[in-house]
């Protein structure tokens, strides 16, 4: 079964800096999508980044981009300038081609001024 | 658009009692899923539903049904609510265009305190 693994409960940044955040995965299979959600105290659910695992390339967005490690299984989330309003809890998410994703336990953020 | 909506945001039910929820999409989704998140647990599946009329069990279902009756709406039931179903629920769809990149589209959730 595949399992996702975010190992980091808790970070803290100081604003302007840069922080990575941390997710591996397990699979068997060799075409899957990754994603990461950010969750302000909202709750709102926002898709921050994702990536395809045949695209070898990192995705970017902006301040955001991952570093994606197929063999290792591992897709961690780059934030750079960190602002005050990326304080949230953030998910990494992974899906093959079954309709139902899995969701990592979360790392909540905390950006300090 | 309003995107994924959920009805009601808060309840508080009483061990026993039942109560339905209600999420609702107006960006014709083919699929559709119910959510718990627990504080360290992240957010656990506990049924989705592929098309109108199917559903399926996801990673923790009991205690829960479901149903689809129609595409835009996906109702999530509790027959005999217990205090392990304290959570704040999360209802997501998404289409099925490979060019979407199966982003999950969420509702802003529901939170529910069994006493």
């Known amino acids: 079964a595949q399992t996702v693994t975010q190992s980091q409960p808790e970070m803290s940044v100081q604003e302007a800096e840069t922080v990575t955040l941390s997710c591996t995965y397990d699979t068997s299979e060799s075409d899957y999508y990754l994603f990461w959600y950010k969750q302000p105290p909202s709750r709102q659910m926002i898709l921050v980044i994702r990536?395809?695992?045949?695209?070898?390339q990192n995705a970017t967005e902006n301040r955001f981009s991952v570093n994606f490690q197929k063999a290792a299984k591992s897709f961690s989330l780059k934030i750079s300038d960190s602002q005050l309003g990326d304080a949230a809890m953030y998910f990494c998410a992974y899906r093959n081609t079954l309709p139902d994703y899995i969701f990592g336990t979360g790392t909540r953020l905390k950006v300090l001024a | 658009n309003a995107g994924v909506t959920q009805t009601p945001k808060f309840r508080v039910l009483k061990t026993g009692q039942s109560m339905t929820l209600l999420c609702a999409q107006d960006m014709n989704h083919e699929y559709m899923y119910w959510y718990r998140q627990d504080p360290g647990m992240g957010l656990r599946l506990i049924h989705y539903s592929v098309g109108e009329g199917t559903t399926a069990k996801g990673e923790v279902p009991d205690g829960y049904n479901v149903s689809r009756l129609k595409k835009q709406n996906f109702l999530l039931g509790l027959e005999s609510a217990a205090p392990s179903q304290t959570s704040v629920y999360f209802c997501?769809?998404?289409?099925?265009?490979?060019?979407?990149?199966?982003?999950?589209?969420f509702g802003p959730g529901t939170r529910l305190t069994v006493l």
């Open positions: 997501a769809s998404r289409p099925t265009s490979v060019s979407s990149y199966n982003e999950q589209f």
């Open positions: 990536q395809e695992a045949y695209k070898q």
